[in-house]
């Protein structure tokens, strides 16, 4: 299996444009994470799925942030407008049902000028 | 919401000494704790877990001991080599998916 796959794995773009991360998590896993990672708040989890529905979004930082799920295989991380306080390395992990392992992708580094 | 704490931020040891880790949550309901490796430019990897219900596990040189009395919970490396140098990563959890993370080890092992 090809693990998780994230894209771009580098994004630079200006203060106000808008930001599209991609996840594919490993096929056949249930469970969706995004986390977005800085220096100075570490790891945190802003959402996950189950079965391609939103389960807990309560780490979503404010309204400009959005993740959808259209399928089993596809998930989105949006940012509109970006702002320079959104630069972070930002990640998708995935991981079965029952299964206690998240398998982390290879990250999104965001940089908003 | 759950808290975790995580000491040292840095640690500096050398090969072949022992490392250990130290983190302190507060949910009493977290029942979950894994621990994740991240190597430089490259996503965490889960390097070892305990559950509630255990005290201590242990696979080959690394090993964790969980006192949920006092809330804490250790990462041990015996016979650390260069490549474990790494950011080790405590986390807690109530359910086993939503994961609430320390702020990271940064480990060196020096040869």
């Known amino acids: 299996d090809a693990g998780v796959i994230q894209s771009p794995r580098h994004e630079v773009t200006e203060m106000g444009q808008e930001v599209t991360l991609r996840c594919k998590p490993i096929?056949?896993?249930?469970?969706l994470f995004w986390y977005r990672q800085t220096m100075m708040r570490g790891l945190e989890l802003l959402i996950y799925?189950?079965?391609?529905?939103?389960?807990?979004d309560s780490g979503m930082p404010e309204d400009r942030f959005s993740a959808k799920m259209p399928n089993a295989s596809f998930s989105t991380l949006k940012i509109q407008p970006s702002e320079p306080r959104d630069s972070a390395v930002y990640f998708c992990?995935?991981?079965?049902?029952?299964?206690?392992?998240?398998?982390f992708g290879p990250g999104t580094r965001l940089l908003v000028l | 919401g759950e808290n975790v704490e995580q000491h040292p931020s840095t640690l500096s040891v050398q090969e072949g000494d022992s490392a250990v880790i130290k983190c302190t949550y507060s949910?009493?309901?977290?029942?979950?704790f894994p621990w994740y490796k991240q190597e430089l430019g490259k996503g965490p990897q889960l390097i070892i877990d305990?559950?509630?219900?255990?005290g201590e596990k242990k696979d080959q040189r690394i090993a964790v001991t969980l006192n949920k009395t006092a809330k804490h919970f250790s990462l041990h490396i015996t016979e650390t080599q260069p490549e474990d140098s790494a950011v080790y990563f405590c986390?807690?959890?109530?359910?086993?998916?939503?994961?609430?993370f320390g702020k990271g080890t940064s480990l060196l092992v020096t040869p």
């Open positions: 799925f189950n079965n391609n529905v939103p389960i807990d």
């Open positions: 992990a995935s991981t079965l049902q029952g299964g206690e392992t998240q398998y």
């Open positions: 986390a807690a959890s109530p359910s086993g998916y939503a994961l609430n």
């Open positions: 949910d009493s309901a977290s029942n979950y």
């Open positions: 305990i559950r509630s219900n255990v």
């Open positions: 096929s056949g896993h249930d469970y």
